[in-house]
């Protein structure tokens, strides 16, 4: 699984500030800037995050995990006991 989401909205969102500290050359070695990264060839699950839709992306990640049969879509059995 892999979430995408580009430099600029990383610049964007970040409170810690650490970016654009990344960017103006102040913090070495940051993945993205100096560091490399290549991010992967075949996911079987890609999120585009650069509009910043959360809940879409989470929906869009469970569909596909119930796709590929990692999780069920039938609630369980004791569904009810669930809220004890």
Known sequence: ????TPPTACV???PSGLWKRALAGEVRNFTGVDDPYEPPENPEFNADLSDGDIDH???ALLDRLHELGYLSRTPPDDEHDLEK
């Open 1 to 4: 699984m892999y979430v995408s």
């Open 57 to 59: 992306a989470a929906d």
């Open 12 to 14: 964007e969102r970040d």
